[in-house]
């Protein structure tokens, strides 16, 4: 059956069940017909005059009004739903699934960062579960959902929650079956449950054991979220000197420079150093320009200088063209 639903309204009781059973809005009410209560089942009478806002009122002591938006709630998912499927209209479910490129120059990031972000992942829960159904136990799990969404050529299924004061039980989460819960605690959440459009970014919704798969894609489409990150991108020049050029990750170009010249210039001093020594062997196999941070004295490297255990101090790396104690470690040279 369908659900009638026009503007919002703050009125407690502004829905109710034809005979037909169908939910009607109290603005669609009218006074020739029979309504009965979602939530206990007995006769409402629509009020619609034009001093009070528009209502429906219990005929006899009503019910409470949590109960009213509980069973409300779920008639009005499973009329929505079930509408759904006769009409085909898609019944959406926005989630969020990890995003990350595959652009090379990801490789510079020695695995400190990579790339990663989030993006809509959106599902048209028709096209999964064929079936609906209220208040019924699944035999699988002998659990009885709100709703219960199934397919009928297999045996995925999805339950839907309605939460006025007690949240989804453990037990069900633990069965690891798919669940939304909706938040209800107004009118106005009942005709966001109507509306057959739900996002993860409201947040009367909560999900669990939805898990969109991880999306790799060649390149970003939007700004790499760390494409900003700073690369120290080194040369040698012609005179044996270190020259650090600090760039952007995305600027980085990957003809001229690689994981042996470029790293994350957030990168602690021992890997840089160990970092230089890498390149300066690629660069200068054959040892032509004197370094201090190929020496055996060498300790710590600090933005161009080591700390020199034969004079105990700081000195430019430079230091080793003049220096009678400067001597390449045998390893250095393999």
């Known amino acids: 059956m369908a659900i009638i639903i026009v503007q919002s309204s703050s009125v407690q009781y502004a829905f109710a069940l034809d005979k037909e059973g169908a939910l009607i809005h109290i603005s669609k009410a009218q006074r020739s017909n029979s309504y009965i209560c979602p939530g206990c089942k007995s006769p409402l009478s629509p009020v619609l005059g034009d001093v009070n806002a528009k209502h429906y009122r219990h005929s006899e002591e009503c019910c409470p009004l949590e109960t009213y938006l509980h069973k409300t709630a779920k008639e009005a998912l499973f009329l929505c739903y079930q509408h759904a499927i006769k009409t085909d209209i898609p019944i959406t479910l926005e989630l969020k699934r990890s995003v990350s490129c595959s652009d090379p120059r990801l490789g510079l990031l020695r695995n400190a960062n990579q790339c990663s972000k989030s993006a809509p992942a959106r599902y048209n829960l028709t096209q999964f579960f064929d079936l609906v159904d209220l208040e019924k136990v699944d035999k699988n799990t002998g659990m009885q959902p709100d709703v219960l969404l199934s397919e009928s050529s297999g045996t995925r299924r999805c339950y839907i929650e309605v939460c006025v004061t007690h949240p989804c039980a453990q037990q069900k989460i633990d069965t690891g079956i798919p669940i939304i819960e909706f938040k209800v605690q107004s009118v106005d959440d009942i005709i966001m449950l109507s509306s057959g459009k739900y996002s993860v970014e409201d947040e009367r919704l909560s999900v669990f054991n939805w898990l969109p798969p991880p999306r790799v894609d060649n390149k970003c489409s939007e700004p790499c979220s760390v494409g900003?990150?700073?690369?120290?991108?080194?040369?040698?020049?012609?005179?044996?000197?270190?020259?650090?050029?600090?760039?952007?990750?995305?600027?980085?170009?990957?003809?001229?420079?690689?994981?042996?010249?470029?790293?994350?210039?957030?990168?602690?001093?021992?890997?840089?150093?160990?970092?230089?020594?890498?390149?300066?062997?690629?660069?200068?196999?054959?040892?032509?320009?004197?370094?201090?941070?190929?020496?055996?004295?060498a300790d710590t490297w600090k933005s161009g200088y080591i700390r020199c255990q034969s004079k105990a101090k700081l000195v430019p790396y430079t230091e080793a063209r003049q220096c009678a104690a400067y001597k390449v470690k045998e390893w250095q040279k393999d």
């Open 228 to 297: 900003d990150m700073e690369i120290s991108v080194w040369r040698l020049s012609d005179s044996g000197r270190l020259n650090e050029i600090i760039m952007p990750l995305s600027d980085v170009d990957l003809i001229t420079d690689s994981v042996i010249n470029a790293w994350p210039s957030s990168l602690g001093a021992d890997d840089v150093a160990n970092n230089l020594r890498s390149f300066l062997r690629h660069v200068d196999p054959q040892m032509l320009f004197s370094n201090c941070i190929m020496c055996d004295q």
